[in-house]
């Protein structure tokens, strides 16, 4: 096996060395003052991935290493913050888009050793109720751009051959369903009717946008072999309910 | 002055009890105060002082218990009024909304849910169900949600019906 270094020294070496010097050794050749994070994240990974491959148990000191490169972090996203905190979280807001499921960040307090406790409280029946307001908000907000993207939806009117494309893609998968009412599995071939090329190419789409959308599982166990067809249970029925949404709404 | 016996084995309950981020199990509170196995009497014993004591009108704190668990929590009358003071929740805000949305209208289907607040909302109910706030059953391809009495004992309620949800947040 080829010996793994980082910054020159061994990793077996590294491993025996005191957390503050596997540290140093780790940002050797980084400028103090501009520590690439990624790049120190990278050679991290590395150190840490080696340790398991000699299977060693990740020591306690590497919890404080993992600890100080957080302070970096944390100080970096400080220096941040006083910049200019409101445009910054306005930007990951941005970024995240789906408000819904992103919470601000809490400024990152000054870094002491030992590290207290910061407890978590409990919910009170208020913030309950203020949850549901928020809930039912973003519900709305979320229908309203559901709707909006039905709406805007460039291929609602798309014809091939004379005929509407999601009534075709809505047909077909009634008929499988009829299909898949009587067995588990349906083979793509049952779903032709002329057999030429260019109904194969057609029906293919349409299973194709139909397994896009969650509302069937195509599997091929080798290229140009058979495509199997399943209709998936439970969850991804539930996932593809916006699917089904708007199929009705067109 | 340092306390000696039992007061001091109390003292180091509260203390263990103050400083735990997770509720502790009795096993873990005796091994604290260097109680035997079988004496798990004498620390049931301390918690139910430690609890009776925390539990006057003059005190901000109480002592709660999940089945052999224990931990010290603000009293829900306060609670809103230092809540600001930490703001760490032990229920993050996306599911804390899934949490109310079933509340209000348990029982709900997970499907139901799911069209309301997007496949997130997956990965809540399981964190909910795993907490013992909600309870599911099966109902046709999908789940059927309710609340639990675990959920009426964290938020301090005699039934669901105290919510008082408003009609027109219930939309």
Same mark, same amino acid.
Request: with cysteine; net charge negative; aromatic share 8%.
């Given at each position: ?250 | ?38 004496? @798990?009497?004498? $620390? %049931?014993? !301390? /918690? ?10 003059? *005190?901000?704190?109480? #002592? ?57 909302? @997956?990965?809540? $109910? %399981?964190? !909910? /169900? ?10 046709? *391809?999908?789940?059927? #949600? ?26």
């Amino acid at each position: 096996m080829k010996e793994q270094k980082i910054s020159g020294i061994s990793i077996a070496e590294l491993a025996e060395t005191e957390w503050k010097q596997t540290l140093f050794s780790l940002t050797e050749g980084m400028d103090p003052w501009n520590i690439d994070i990624s790049e120190l994240a990278e050679r991290y990974r590395i150190y840490v991935r080696s340790l398991r491959e000699f299977d060693f148990e990740i020591p306690g000191r590497m919890v404080v290493t993992c600890s100080v490169l957080l302070r970096i972090k944390a100080e970096a996203l400080d220096i941040a913050y006083k910049v200019d905190r409101d445009k910054l979280l306005e930007e990951v807001e941005g970024a995240v888009g789906e408000e819904d499921d992103w919470e601000p960040p809490i400024a990152p307090e000054q870094f002491m050793m030992p590290v207290r406790r910061r407890p978590h409280r409990q919910v009170s029946v208020t913030d309950l109720k203020r949850a549901f307001v928020d809930a039912i908000t973003v519900s709305r907000r979320r229908s309203t751009r559901l709707s909006e993207q039905v709406d805007d939806d460039p291929f609602a009117d798309y014809e091939l051959a004379g005929e509407n494309v999601y009534e075709r893609i809505n047909s077909l998968f009634t008929r499988i369903k009829e299909f898949l009412s009587a067995r588990r599995i349906l083979s793509f071939f049952r779903l032709l009717d002329r057999g030429d090329k260019a109904e194969r190419v057609e029906r293919f789409l349409e299973v194709l946008h139909l397994d896009t959308a969650g509302l069937i599982r195509c599997e091929q166990e080798e290229f140009f072999s058979d495509i199997l067809i399943t209709i998936p249970v439970i969850k991804d029925e539930e996932l593809s309910e916006n699917d089904k949404n708007r199929a009705k709404a067109r | 002055m340092i306390k000696t016996g039992r007061k001091r084995d109390k003292s180091l309950l509260e203390a263990a009890l103050f400083l735990a981020a997770k509720p502790l199990q009795r096993k873990e509170l005796a091994k604290i105060i260097g109680a035997k196995s079988h004496r @798990y009497q004498y $620390v %049931e014993e !301390l /918690l139910s002082d430690l609890a009776d004591e925390l539990s006057a009108a003059e *005190r901000g704190i109480e #002592l709660q218990q999940i089945e052999k668990s224990y931990f010290l929590q603000v009293k829900e009358e306060y609670l809103d009024a230092v809540a600001y003071l930490a703001p760490y929740q032990d229920i993050s805000r996306p599911v804390l909304r899934t949490l109310a949305m079933i509340a209000c209208n348990s029982p709900i289907t997970q499907s139901e849910i799911v069209r309301a607040r997007g496949n997130k909302c @997956y990965k809540h $109910v %399981e964190q !909910l /169900l795993n907490r013992n706030l909600i309870r599911a059953e099966k109902h046709g *391809r999908t789940l059927m #949600l309710h609340v639990t009495e675990e959920f009426l004992r964290y938020f301090g309620l005699q039934n669901i019906n105290e919510l008082q949800f408003s009609e027109m947040e219930k939309e």
